[in-house]
């Protein structure tokens, strides 16, 4: 695939939306209501339980494997094909072939190899030493291969480049970087699927979220809803970006006015702790009309025990824009109109 330094985030998110719809696997993720504590409605979009794999991360790394085996197989023959051609022998055949590489703090690592798996292809993922070791059993029963490299998550994203150039294997990153940005770009793809999600259930009742808050990590869930919610969404709510105090990289990146890493200690937000933003997602938060809250590490694990007490088990990264919300407006509804919502993005790890 031709790598290209383009920023622009311009998905095809109808084809994404067609390709799921295919998928056996899928259904809408549920849109639950609580109430806050002066009685407001909050919604909760639950992703804990996304495709049988327990995050939104099930949305991009299948996709863009599966998007990449269509790629690869139409550049070899000449052959446009659709979705359904995946499951043929021959496609099949073609996709044993490939091997799909990257590092994780968890569950992109878990998409890529579903997905590989699911098509007959091979995944190797790189974890560092920070990532739970639940996740090591998760990853090999679907077919992965495991690599524990490095003490932190940037070191496993080092690890994984230098294997994917050693190996010729595919780099499917979440991450966006000088020189590699398309491949991630379908993983963000993917993601769309969720505001998509979002935006018919809204239209239906007539009645739109005040308040949106995206927990991120690189930016690619936060940048992918951002976009679709300020296209296509008929009432238009405040954003917020939500980081762990310990990795504020897209807070750090907007204040810097270009992306910037921004260092700090490890994070109980695991799959947030992420100290390189991705080029692609920063620049399309730029222009999407964002704000930013930062989380202490106690701000993170009470909205996780909180969520979880609403019958929603979750972890402090999956309870992260929960957190912010609480931080925002610990007293409750600010105003009269108020429906925020946030994604609840993984269950417990
Ligand atoms: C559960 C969960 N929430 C949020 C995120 C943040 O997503 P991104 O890295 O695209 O910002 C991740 C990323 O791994 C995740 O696994």
């Not at 949106?212 to 709510?237: D, K, S, T």
């Amino acid at each position: 695939m031709k790598t290209t330094d383009d920023l622009t985030f311009q998905p095809d998110f109808h084809r994404a939306i067609e390709y799921f719809r295919g998928q056996e696997a899928y259904q809408t993720s549920p849109l639950r209501e609580v109430s806050g504590p002066d009685g407001q409605t909050i919604w909760l979009k639950d992703e804990t339980s996304r495709m049988g794999l327990g995050a939104f991360k099930a949305l991009g790394g299948p996709y863009a494997v599966a998007r990449l085996i269509m790629q690869g197989w139409t550049a070899e023959t000449g052959e446009e094909i659709e979705a359904s051609r995946l499951k043929d022998a021959d496609l099949r055949a073609f996709a044993s072939g490939q091997t799909f590489v990257c590092a994780s703090a968890g569950n992109h690592g878990l998409g890529v190899a579903a997905g590989a798996q699911a098509l007959g292809a091979r995944a190797r993922i790189f974890l560092a030493k920070t990532v739970p070791q639940s996740f090591d059993e998760r990853l090999a029963e679907r077919g992965a291969e495991v690599v524990r490299a490095g003490e932190t998550y940037d070191d496993s994203v080092a690890e994984a480049i230098a294997d994917a150039d050693r190996t010729g294997a595919t780099l499917l990153a979440d991450g966006t970087w000088p020189g590699y940005t398309d491949i991630p770009k379908l993983v963000m793809e993917g993601y769309t699927v969720i505001a998509e999600e979002l935006r018919s259930n809204f239209e239906t009742t007539g009645i739109w979220p005040t308040h949106v808050y995206l927990q991120a990590g690189v930016g690619g869930l936060a940048a992918a809803m951002a976009h679709m919610i300020r296209r296509n969404w008929a009432e238009q709510p405040e954003l917020i970006v939500v980081e762990p105090e310990a990795a504020p990289c897209l807070v750090a990146s907007h204040e810097a006015g270009k992306p910037v890493r921004a260092d700090g200690p490890d994070s109980n937000m695991g799959r947030l702790d992420c100290k390189e933003p991705s080029i692609v997602a920063w620049q399309t938060l730029e222009r999407s009309g964002v704000r930013f809250v930062t989380l202490t590490e106690d701000e993170g694990e009470a909205a996780a025990r909180a969520v979880t007490g609403l019958g929603m088990a979750t972890t402090p990264s999956g309870a992260a824009g929960y957190a912010a919300l609480c931080k925002e407006f610990p007293e409750g509804a600010p105003r009269a109109e108020f429906r925020p919502l946030v994604i609840i993005s993984e269950g417990p790890a």
